[in-house]
């Protein structure tokens, strides 16, 4: 079965400064691979998703994640923080051949410092 | 609607008490999904319907849970004889198609309190 594993429930950077957030998969097949945004009192919003046309995949607001096979990672970065990317994230993997089950990571809660 | 609406946003039931939520998805999507999030958790999958047809139940924790979408658009989780860990935020997802990569959009959830 599949799973996603977030390294950091919680993550403190200062405006301006690099984002990077942690996501480590295990699938047996090519597995689909997402990251969703949640803000406060809000549904989670899809950022990106990967499937297998490129291994570096661009979202929104900046955002990006490289899909590693090696390392089974799909970690996200943002060059630069903002104060608005303050929520909390999650990484959430699926696979095809069957009824199709979205399975989410625990989440990391990014806090960004002024 | 433009996105997905879910109805109550806040339920309080006492142990003991059933309770149903409602999910409005988007227009036309065929795909609906149920989720559970506990605090500090991230959502856990419950059950998946393709229209009309409920095709994955394996994460509905008991058989007290219950969940329909008889006409393929608006659907129902049902809770009999609520429990205090099923205090939750129940989330309700739906997409465009079927597969596996495709965009899930979420509601905002119900919060569950079961006192």
């Known amino acids: 079965a599949q799973s996603v594993t977030q390294l950091g429930s919680h993550v403190s950077v200062s405006e301006g400064a690099l984002v990077l957030l942690r996501c480590n998969y295990s699938?047996?097949?090519?597995?689909?691979l997402f990251w969703y945004v949640q803000y406060p009192n809000q549904g989670l919003q899809l950022l990106l998703k990967?499937?297998?046309?490129?291994?570096l995949v661009k979202g929104i607001n900046g955002f990006e994640a490289e899909f590693k096979k090696s390392e089974t990672s799909f970690h996200l970065t943002k060059p630069s923080a903002h104060m608005s990317d303050a929520a909390e994230y999650f990484c959430a993997v699926s696979v095809g051949g069957g009824t199709y089950k979205y399975i989410f990571g625990t989440g990391t809660r990014l806090k960004v410092l002024a | 609607g433009a996105g997905v609406s879910q109805s109550p946003r806040y339920k309080v039931a006492k142990r003991g008490q059933d309770v149903a939520l409602r999910c409005d998805p988007i227009s036309g999507h065929v795909s609906l999904f149920w989720y559970q999030q506990a605090l500090g958790q991230g959502p856990e999958f419950l059950t998946y319907?393709?229209?009309?047809?409920?095709?994955?139940k394996s994460g509905l924790p008991s058989d007290r849970f219950f969940a329909e979408r008889p006409e393929g658009s608006v659907s129902t989780l049902k809770i009999q004889r609520t429990q205090q860990e099923d205090s939750a935020v129940y989330l309700c997802?739906?997409?465009?198609?079927?597969?596996?990569?495709?965009?899930?959009?979420f509601g905002s959830g119900t919060q569950l309190s079961v006192l």
């Open positions: 990967y499937t297998s046309a490129a291994t």
């Open positions: 699938s047996s097949v090519p597995p689909y």
């Open positions: 319907f393709q229209n009309e047809a409920q095709l994955d």
């Open positions: 997802a739906s997409s465009l198609r079927t597969g596996p990569n495709e965009k899930l959009f």
